[in-house]
């Protein structure tokens, strides 16, 4: 009787821990996809391509204005789109660490849960 006890607690904590808290994951791993278009869409938008390709093309003329060109690539890289894209993938990883941080103890000490 006592193996089929800890079957069930065992499984209500899978409920609990991994089922219902999924839907919240999913959500999450779902809005990296619009964070990457609104970088892509900010990208395309400010520039940072074309002064990319001029300093693959042309580095004799940007040796000469190094300062300018660089302050320019700063201001054009598009900041809020990168740190969207790159604040979701870190929180999809954090709830990903948790989830199998829960399941990994659930069934190591079957007793905690």
């Known amino acids: 009787m006592e193996m089929s006890r800890n079957a069930y607690i065992l499984e209500l904590f899978v409920l609990f821990v991994m089922i219902i808290p999924s839907p919240v994951f999913a959500a999450q ?7 990457y278009s609104y970088m892509l869409s ?8 074309g002064y ?6 042309d580095g004799v003329t940007l040796t000469v204005y190094w300062k300018e060109f660089g302050l320019t690539i700063l ?7 990168v740190t969207l894209l790159c604040a979701s993938i870190l929180v999809a990883l954090g709830m ?5 941080k829960n399941f990994d103890a659930a069934i190591i000490h079957p007793q905690f849960a």
């Open 75 to 81: 201001e054009s890289f598009p900041t809020v789109g």
């Open 42 to 49: 900010e990208l395309a938008g400010s520039g940072f391509r």
């Open 96 to 100: 990903f660490r948790l989830a199998v």
């Open 29 to 35: 791993v779902a809005q990296i996809v619009p964070a």
């Open 52 to 57: 990319v390709s001029l300093l693959l093309s």
